[in-house]
Every structure is written in structure tokens, then in C-alpha cells.
């Protein structure tokens, strides 16, 4: 494990700290770009709560600097319980370079806490520089568009570390870039058990849920003339949404969506929310098509 040179244990009000819908994006989500961030929901009547959160605390404290910790008060800040879709509390999620990376709910003996918090102290301090670099490589080709490179770059990882769940996500998309939907599902179908829940898996599941149906995606002007004829024909407007995104307009996929919600969110028994957390999922947590999404839905949910 790699020691972070001549850094100094931060200050304990800097490790841990509470956090409202101000300011999560500034203390969690580019927080995390620097070193992980640990999250806590919690609330004041949740006696599980008060067990778990100084355990927390004190390994964050014990990580000396490694890892940062900020608690949510969820009766205090709904919107961003709603956006996580926290079901219970307590929960945890940690965030390392702008995404969630890992998480539990309920209370965990002091032990399998401070495995946890070890386990993502780590993040900042990757064991295998090497193997990083070549993600963040692969990454890039990808971003330019050189798909069949990154695919090749993601597979020699999954040579070298086959739970790398941030390879498995890659070579998915990579494949997804390249329109081989057959094949990036294979893939991902062909992931170990001990990281078929991770964020990047997940992501990568969404992404191949969403190429499966631009498959059969109807024409963007049919579909919109459709709606615009009549604005209360729901299933118009949900293929409306499915052959925007289809299109690469995931911002307008998400506007017909809350618009469905915002008619009828009980329509085909909740689509249309179903089918943003589809979107949020496959698109990065700090997309700013999902945060103004995720603020809007949360707005009609608490409506």
C-alpha cells in the first residue's frame, strides 16, 4: 500500500463533517476527486444510527487523513435522500473521484467498519499504480472515440486483475460504443459474483438495458409529431423518450420522462421513473444531466 508522501494527518473538523443540499456537491462529490469520501445517512430518531456513526468516526479518525466523512441528516435534507434513493437508515455509500464506489445499510459491528473504512482509505492510495494508469489510458481512448483500442486495453487489465470491476465496465461500454451489444452483455453476464453489485457494473448494466431498447426505437419526428398531437398519450411519449436518448440526446429523454411522471407516475406501473434511474445509472453520478434530473424528480416526489 502506497503512503501518500509528506502529507499531514488532517484536522479532525476537516475529516468529518455534516453537509446539507448546499454544499454535498462541494464536500462529497468534488471532495471525493482528492481523496474518498465516506457518506453517512442518518437522522436524530434512528437508534442504529447512534451506534454506527461514532464507529464511523473514529476509523475515519484512525485512517489518518486517508478518508473523509460526512453525515447527511436525512430529515434535513430530502432532496439528496430522494436523488441516492436512501430506502432506509441507516445507510452508507462512499465516493472516490466523483462516484460511488461502495456502501451498506444497517449497522455493521466495529470490526466490519473498520474494514470498510480500511478497504476505502486504500482508494487513495492505489496498491497497483500500473494497472491504474492503464485504466485511466483506456478511459481516454475511449473518450476519443477509439473504441476497439480501449476494448483491447480493458481486456489485457482483466488479464491481469479479473475482479477489476472499473475494467468490466469499460470493456462493456467500449463494446456498446462499437454497437456489439451481444457481446457487452456477454461480458458482463460473465463478471465474477464478488463484484456483480459494484457502481461500475451497475452502470454498465443500465447502459446495455438502454442500447437494448434504442434497438427498437422509433423515429425522433414520428414519435415527437405523436406526442405534440396529443400530449396525454403516455406510451408516445415514453418511445419519444427511448428514441431521444437513442439518439444521444439524454438531457431530452429526461425532460419527456419527468414530464410523463409529472402527468401520471403511476402509469405502467411507475415507467417513467424506472426509466430516469435507468439513465441516472448508466451515466456518471456527476453528469450534470443527472444532478439537474435528480434535483427535478425529487422536486415532483416531495411535490
Same mark, same amino acid.
Given at each position: 500500500?502506497?503512503?501518500?508522501?509528506?502529507?499531514?494527518?488532517?484536522?479532525?473538523?476537516? @475529516?468529518?463533517?455534516? #453537509? #446539507?443540499?448546499?454544499?454535498?456537491?462541494?464536500?462529497?462529490?468534488?471532495?471525493?476527486?482528492?481523496?474518498?469520501?465516506?457518506?453517512?445517512?442518518?437522522? *436524530?430518531?434512528?437508534?442504529?444510527?447512534?451506534?454506527?456513526?461514532?464507529?464511523?468516526?473514529?476509523?475515519v479518525k484512525k485512517a489518518g487523513?486517508?478518508?473523509?466523512?460526512?453525515k447527511v441528516d436525512v430529515d434535513?435534507?430530502? $432532496?439528496?435522500?430522494?436523488?441516492?434513493?436512501?430506502?432506509?437508515?441507516? #445507510? %452508507?455509500?462512499?465516493?472516490?473521484?466523483?462516484?460511488?464506489?461502495?456502501?451498506?445499510?444497517? /449497522?455493521?459491528? *466495529?470490526? =466490519?467498519?473498520?474494514?470498510?473504512?480500511?478497504?476505502?482509505? &486504500?482508494?487513495?492510495?492505489?496498491?497497483?499504480?500500473?494497472?491504474?494508469?492503464?485504466?485511466? /489510458?483506456?478511459?481516454?481512448?475511449? $473518450?476519443?472515440?477509439?473504441? /476497439?483500442?480501449?476494448?483491447?486495453?480493458?481486456?489485457?487489465?482483466?488479464?491481469?486483475?479479473? #475482479?477489476?470491476?472499473?475494467?468490466?465496465?469499460?470493456? %462493456?461500454?467500449?463494446?456498446?460504443?462499437?454497437?456489439?451489444?451481444? =457481446?457487452?452483455?456477454?461480458?458482463?453476464?460473465?463478471?465474477?459474483?464478488?463484484?456483480? &453489485?459494484? *457502481?461500475?457494473?451497475?452502470?454498465?448494466? /443500465?447502459?446495455?438495458? @438502454?442500447?437494448?431498447q434504442a434497438a427498437g426505437a422509433?423515429?425522433?419526428?414520428?414519435?415527437?409529431?405523436?406526442?405534440?398531437?396529443?400530449?396525454?398519450?403516455?406510451?408516445?411519449?415514453? &418511445?419519444?423518450? %427511448?428514441?431521444?436518448?437513442?439518439?444521444?440526446?439524454?438531457?431530452?429523454?429526461? !425532460?419527456?420522462?419527468?414530464?410523463?411522471?409529472?402527468?401520471?407516475?403511476?402509469?405502467? !406501473?411507475?415507467?417513467?421513473?424506472?426509466?430516469?434511474?435507468?439513465?441516472?445509472?448508466?451515466?456518471?453520478?456527476?453528469?450534470?444531466? %443527472? @444532478? !439537474?434530473?435528480?434535483?427535478?424528480?425529487?422536486?415532483?416526489?416531495?411535490?
Open positions: 500500500m502506497l503512503e501518500l508522501g509528506g502529507q499531514q494527518p488532517a484536522a479532525a473538523d476537516d @475529516l468529518i463533517k455534516d #453537509t #446539507t443540499e448546499a454544499t454535498f456537491m462541494q464536500d462529497v462529490i468534488e471532495a471525493s476527486q482528492s481523496v474518498p469520501v465516506i457518506v453517512d445517512f442518518w437522522a *436524530p430518531w434512528c437508534g442504529p444510527c447512534k451506534t454506527l456513526g461514532p464507529a464511523l468516526e473514529e476509523a487523513g486517508r478518508v473523509k466523512m460526512v434535513q435534507n430530502q $432532496a439528496i435522500a430522494g436523488q441516492l434513493q436512501i430506502q432506509s437508515i441507516p #445507510t %452508507v455509500y462512499a465516493f472516490h473521484n466523483g462516484q460511488p464506489v461502495d456502501g451498506f445499510q444497517g /449497522a455493521l459491528p *466495529p470490526s =466490519e467498519v473498520d474494514a470498510f473504512v480500511t478497504k476505502i482509505a &486504500d482508494l487513495a492510495g492505489a496498491p497497483d499504480n500500473g494497472l491504474a494508469d492503464a485504466v485511466a /489510458a483506456a478511459e481516454e481512448m475511449l $473518450a476519443e472515440g477509439a473504441a /476497439a483500442d480501449a476494448a483491447e486495453t480493458f481486456a489485457a487489465i482483466l488479464g491481469e486483475d479479473g #475482479t477489476n470491476a472499473t475494467a468490466y465496465g469499460g470493456l %462493456v461500454r467500449s463494446y456498446l460504443s462499437l454497437d456489439q451489444v451481444e =457481446e457487452a452483455e456477454a461480458v458482463l453476464n460473465g463478471a465474477p459474483a464478488e463484484i456483480a &453489485d459494484a *457502481p461500475e457494473l451497475e452502470a454498465a448494466r /443500465a447502459a446495455v438495458e @438502454l442500447a437494448k422509433g423515429p425522433v419526428a414520428e414519435l415527437q409529431a405523436k406526442v405534440e398531437a396529443d400530449e396525454n398519450d403516455h406510451q408516445a411519449r415514453f &418511445d419519444y423518450a %427511448v428514441a431521444l436518448h437513442a439518439s444521444g440526446d439524454s438531457a431530452g429523454a429526461v !425532460d419527456q420522462l419527468l414530464e410523463l411522471f409529472r402527468r401520471d407516475r403511476d402509469w405502467n !406501473d411507475g415507467a417513467a421513473k424506472a426509466q430516469l434511474f435507468t439513465i441516472f445509472d448508466a451515466l456518471k453520478p456527476n453528469d450534470p444531466v %443527472v @444532478l !439537474d434530473g435528480r434535483r427535478k424528480l425529487s422536486s415532483l416526489i416531495f411535490a
